[in-house]
């Protein structure tokens, strides 16, 4: 039987995880070892299936490159990357740019770069357009390099977005972007907040499933 983690809570319900760590299952404060033991034995082959899948993703992660004549995603559309004489960098509608003779760990890096630029140019837009939209005003918008979240709004009411929501089409963008300035008014996810995201954007759930999309495709990338 495989091996697992055990943590017993004041919950009612055994539940089973698989993460990178391994196998963890939560239980009751009360269950017996036997039946949690049962439990487990009965759920072999989804904990397999879960555990190769898993290892795939690693893989992909760990042999990620990106290169000349790659192609990256901006607003869902492909772009190339290409070498351009000189020592700039930059996006021009067409392709991404930078000098030539590059190392792939050095063309990614400036990718990140060019990304980030990007990020900081349309997301603000977009904040600020909303925002008026909303009838509230952020303190500032920055771009960070988060990856377990596309978005966040501080106390001070800074609107914080990771660089890789930039790679989502532009219904998913709105969507993030109206949420974090939704958190201006309600800074929890109570009725009131969600009826202030559906108030902008009545189909605010099929966006979150696309933004789930994206988020499974970025966990097979390794852009660090």
Known sequence: MTDYT?????????ALYVRKGGVEVRAPLET????IDKFVESKQKWIADKLTKLAEMENKRWNFTVNYGDTLTYREKE????????????FDD???????????EQVKIICVQIYRMLAKRDLTHKTLEFAKLM????ASVKINGATSRWGSCSGRKNINFSWRLIMACDDVIDYVVVHELAHL????HSARFWNIVGSVLPDYCQRIARLKELQRRLSCENWK
């Open 32 to 35: 017996p070892k036997g039946k």
């Open 6 to 14: 055990l943590i017993r809570s004041k919950r009612h319900t055994l």
């Open 94 to 104: 067409e392709r991404f740019y930078m000098p030539p003779g590059l190392s792939p």
């Open 185 to 188: 008014t309600e800074m929890n």
């Open 79 to 90: 772009y190339p990357i290409a070498a351009r004489d000189g020592q700039s960098i930059g």
């Open 135 to 138: 009838n509230v005003t952020p």
